[in-house]
């Protein structure tokens, strides 16, 4: 029985060495940062709050509703500058760090040309925009007193411990816990957008479009993890006994890259009914995004010891693949109140990230893709998001001021309200000439988070995330 | 796949909403561009001029109202004095001289004042020849005069085949 026993659990030993590349791989977390939408690029919709979906009608459209294209009555050139800078303050076992990381981009360039009509309206637009980036960062250092670890944590599916002689040969490890853990994540890379858009009036005042959307962009996420016996708890220990270059643990370090190459397409319908010279009403339905994604992994580290230190093998744990991630449908409605001079919009956008799936895998087991779907579904939830925005114009000067606030729920469920993106936002527009417009945004956001760096709470870094990000967009008519 | 039937079902929604009762009349190069005054649905704007000055001409004007259409005359050319004008290209054919020359009254020939007081210059002779041929004629026959002014009057209609020419 006990030779049973033996056989058996290396068996599964195997079996779980063998399927190690897919536990590193795809989760809710990578659908979710494709699923989430950006901020745009549009500096007069984001100092209403990106409350858009009613007026739309700049070059705005391509993000907000196609239908807008329709209302634009003037040839238009248009682009526009975006900065954003990114602070993450983190907690983590009574340690507090600051780190913030900034980008800046030309993140639009958009022309409209509207056809002459004895009646009605036809345009047709075309757009370059930066709709999305992922600029983020963090950084963490503390001790954890508690008898867990990430290499006892690797060492229960993975033979990353093994291979850095931090077990004996039958994976057993005495390290228990009760290291210094700090680390490092940063991230970067854009969703560029090439959109070819048509709007028509269909009736009279009810102004239809669509945009075509073709899909480039990249990610990169760089992890750097450590954990160093900073209370000297294992200097007398042989990790490997019988190996002397085992004695006297120090320091764990783990360096994972992630990279993406995204290619991928999508459509979105809108529309817009005018009412009079009062209120505009808008509804948009954006088709699922299809996102292809080659994906390359690779995973580094070393194990430092008195006398010794061993180095992973790069190549035996970095991995190709490539899937599709499709986000679910996004359904918006929302309308622009006008009164005398003053702009009033409110719009709201249903999303249900339960639906978000991998799909089209090569390099993932179809059970592997089965599984994470069905992970998403059990953890993700249906959210409305919020915006509201207001714009006052000052005819005489061609001054205006814009305030908006906008909220955009966490797709997990049970995670508490302030999880919830919040962004705060401000803008000017003046128009010279006539025909030169230049508006100027900028969005405060917050919201906390965290991150565990193994199991669930036991190593968990807190987060408390401030986003700001300014656009300068500048517009031609004529 | 799935979602391909969808981009098409929309895109033939959004056609025949586009196809069938649009609202929408594309301008096209035989009428006239459409202006502030003649474009009925141009009061759909969104942005009173009132409360936002400038802007008003930014979101709602089209730009083609700025536009100055070129002259279109939509009557075949040929319509305006055909026989005149084909007549003057003719007669400058040649490098030989206008022709047109000839259709000019000439001074009457030389034998007639021969036959006048035999002094003085030719106009005043042809002057003299007039005042003792013609005056009781200018005087008498009225009915004459009448046929002179009907020339004129045809004069007054060759106004008028220009006017034609033009509409």
Same mark, same amino acid.
């Given at each position: 029985?006990?030779?049973?026993?033996?056989?058996?659990?290396?068996?599964?030993?195997?079996?779980?060495?063998?399927?190690?590349?897919?536990?590193?791989?795809?989760?809710?977390?990578?659908?979710?940062?494709?699923?989430?939408?950006?901020?745009?690029?549009?500096?007069?919709?984001?100092?209403?709050?990106?409350?858009?979906?009613?007026?739309?009608?700049?070059?705005?459209?391509?993000?907000?509703?196609?239908?807008?294209?329709?209302?634009?009555?003037?040839?238009?050139?248009?682009?526009?500058?975006?900065?954003?800078? /990114?602070?993450?303050?983190?907690?983590?076992?009574?340690?507090?760090?600051?780190?913030?990381?900034?980008?800046?981009?030309?993140?639009?360039?958009?022309?409209?040309?509207?056809?002459?009509?004895?009646?009605?309206?036809?345009?047709?637009?075309?757009?370059?925009?930066?709709?999305?980036?992922?600029?983020?960062? @963090?950084?963490?250092?503390?001790?954890?007193?508690?008898?867990?670890?990430?290499?006892?944590?690797?060492?229960?599916?993975?033979?990353?411990?093994?291979?850095?002689?931090?077990?004996?040969?039958?994976?057993?490890?005495?390290?228990?816990?009760?290291?210094?853990?700090?680390?490092?994540?940063?991230?970067?890379?854009?969703?560029?957008?090439?959109?070819?858009?048509?709007?028509?009036?269909?009736?009279?005042?009810?102004?239809?479009?669509?945009?075509?959307?073709?899909?480039?962009?990249?990610?990169?996420?760089?992890?750097?993890? /450590?954990?160093?016996?900073?209370?000297?708890?294992?200097?007398?220990?042989?990790?490997?006994?019988?190996?002397?270059?085992?004695?006297?643990?120090?320091?764990?370090?783990?360096?994972?890259?992630?990279?993406?190459?995204?290619?991928?397409?999508?459509?979105?319908?809108?529309?817009?009914?005018?009412?009079?010279?009062?209120?505009?009403? #808008?509804?948009?339905?954006?088709?699922?995004?299809?996102?292809?994604?080659?994906?390359?992994?690779?995973?580094? #580290?070393?194990?430092?010891?008195?006398?010794?230190?061993?180095?992973?093998?790069?190549?035996?744990?970095?991995?190709?693949?490539? /899937?599709?991630?499709?986000?679910?449908?996004?359904?918006?409605?929302?309308?622009?109140?006008?009164?005398? #001079?003053?702009?009033?919009?409110?719009?709201?956008?249903?999303?249900?990230?339960?639906?978000?799936?991998?799909?089209?895998?090569?390099?993932?087991?179809?059970?592997?893709?089965?599984?994470?779907?069905?992970?998403?579904?059990?953890?993700?939830?249906?959210?409305?998001?919020?915006?509201?925005?207001?714009?006052?114009?000052?005819?005489?000067?061609?001054?205006?001021?814009?305030?908006?606030? @906008?909220?955009?729920?966490?797709?997990?469920?049970?995670?508490?309200?302030?999880?919830?993106?919040? /962004?705060?936002? #401000?803008?000017?527009?003046?128009?010279?000439?006539?025909?030169?417009?230049?508006?100027?945004?900028?969005?405060?956001?917050?919201?906390?988070?965290?991150?565990?760096?193994?199991?669930?709470?036991?190593?968990?870094?807190?987060?408390?995330?401030?986003?700001?990000?300014?656009?300068?967009? @500048?517009?031609?008519?004529? | 796949?799935?979602?391909?039937?969808?981009?098409?079902?929309?895109?033939?929604?959004?056609?025949?909403?586009?196809?069938?009762?649009?609202?929408?009349?594309?301008?096209?190069?035989?009428?006239?561009?459409?202006?502030?005054?003649?474009?009925?649905?141009?009061?759909?704007?969104?942005?009173?001029?009132?409360?936002?000055?400038?802007?008003?001409?930014?979101?709602?004007?089209?730009?083609?109202?700025?536009?100055?259409?070129?002259?279109?005359?939509?009557?075949?050319?040929?319509?305006?004095?055909?026989?005149?004008?084909?007549?003057?290209?003719?007669?400058?054919?040649?490098?030989?001289?206008?022709?047109?020359?000839?259709?000019?009254?000439?001074?009457?020939?030389?034998?007639?004042?021969?036959?006048?007081?035999?002094?003085?210059?030719?106009?005043?002779?042809?002057?003299?020849?007039?005042?003792?041929?013609?005056?009781?004629?200018?005087?008498?026959?009225?009915?004459?005069?009448?046929?002179?002014?009907?020339?004129?009057?045809?004069?007054?209609?060759?106004?008028?085949?220009?006017?034609?020419?033009?509409?």
């Amino acid at each position: 029985m006990k030779g049973f026993s033996s056989k058996f659990s290396k068996l599964f030993i195997i079996a779980v060495l063998f399927s190690c590349n897919n536990i590193f791989a795809q989760n809710s977390v990578d659908a979710l940062r494709l699923g989430y939408e950006g901020l745009g690029y549009n500096a007069r919709a984001l100092g209403m709050g990106n409350s858009y979906i009613g007026l739309s009608d700049d070059g705005g459209a391509a993000f907000f509703n196609p239908a807008g294209w329709g209302l634009i009555k003037k040839i238009e050139f248009s682009g526009g500058l975006g900065i954003d800078s /990114y602070s993450n303050n983190t907690q983590f076992f009574g340690n507090y760090s600051d780190n913030s990381k900034s980008s800046t981009s030309l993140n639009n360039l958009s022309f409209a040309l509207p056809f002459p009509t004895v009646q009605g309206s036809l345009v047709f637009g075309i757009s370059y925009h930066t709709n999305k980036d992922f600029n983020s960062t @963090m950084k963490f250092s503390g001790f954890n007193p508690g008898n867990n670890s990430k290499i006892q944590d690797l060492n229960s599916f993975s033979n990353i411990p093994y291979d850095l002689y931090l077990t004996d040969p039958n994976y057993v490890t005495p390290i228990n816990g009760r290291l210094n853990q700090s680390g490092a994540v940063t991230e970067t890379g854009s969703i560029n957008n090439w959109t070819f858009s048509g709007a028509i009036e269909a009736y009279k005042n009810l102004f239809v479009g669509l945009n075509l959307n073709f899909v480039t962009g990249s990610y990169s996420s760089n992890n750097d993890y /450590y954990e160093d016996d900073t209370h000297g708890l294992y200097s007398n220990v042989e990790t490997d006994p019988g190996n002397a270059n085992t004695l006297g643990f120090q320091t764990f370090y783990l360096n994972k890259t992630l990279n993406w190459d995204l290619t991928g397409w999508n459509a979105k319908f809108g529309m817009i009914y005018q009412i009079e010279k009062i209120a505009r009403v #808008g509804a948009t339905i954006q088709f699922p995004k299809t996102y292809t994604v080659k994906e390359t992994f690779t995973e580094n #580290g070393y194990s430092q010891f008195t006398n010794y230190q061993y180095n992973l093998d790069q190549t035996k744990y970095s991995d190709n693949v490539q /899937y599709d991630i499709i986000t679910p449908y996004e359904l918006a409605g929302g309308f622009s109140l006008n009164l005398s #001079g003053l702009i009033f919009d409110a719009q709201a956008t249903f999303i249900d990230y339960s639906q978000l799936k991998f799909d089209n895998a090569d390099g993932l087991t179809v059970q592997y893709v089965n599984a994470t779907n069905q992970n998403i579904q059990n953890t993700l939830k249906a959210v409305v998001n919020y915006n509201l925005g207001a714009e006052y114009t000052f005819p005489i000067i061609g001054l205006r001021l814009r305030a908006g606030y @906008m909220v955009m729920p966490s797709a997990y469920q049970g995670d508490p309200s302030n999880f919830d993106k919040k /962004y705060i936002t #401000g803008g000017v527009g003046y128009l010279a000439d006539g025909a030169f417009g230049i508006d100027l945004a900028y969005a405060h956001g917050w919201w906390g988070g965290y991150w565990d760096n193994y199991g669930t709470n036991v190593s968990r870094v807190v987060q408390d995330i401030k986003d700001n990000k300014v656009i300068l967009s @500048m517009t031609y008519r004529f | 796949m799935k979602n391909t039937y969808k981009i098409f079902y929309s895109l033939y929604f959004l056609m025949m909403l586009s196809l069938t009762g649009c609202y929408t009349v594309v301008w096209t190069p035989d009428a006239q561009l459409p202006s502030r005054e003649s474009d009925s649905s141009g009061d759909g704007g969104y942005y009173n001029d009132y409360y936002y000055g400038d802007y008003y001409n930014y979101y709602d004007a089209p730009w083609w109202y700025n536009v100055n259409p070129p002259a279109y005359n939509n009557q075949p050319a040929y319509n305006r004095d055909t026989s005149r004008s084909m007549e003057s290209l003719r007669n400058d054919n040649g490098g030989r001289g206008n022709t047109d020359r000839l259709g000019i009254p000439q001074a009457p020939p030389s034998t007639r004042s021969a036959s006048g007081s035999g002094s003085g210059n030719n106009s005043s002779s042809t002057k003299s020849t007039e005042d003792t041929g013609s005056r009781s004629n200018s005087n008498s026959n009225n009915s004459n005069s009448g046929g002179d002014r009907s020339n004129s009057n045809n004069r007054n209609s060759n106004n008028d085949r220009n006017n034609n020419g033009r509409n």
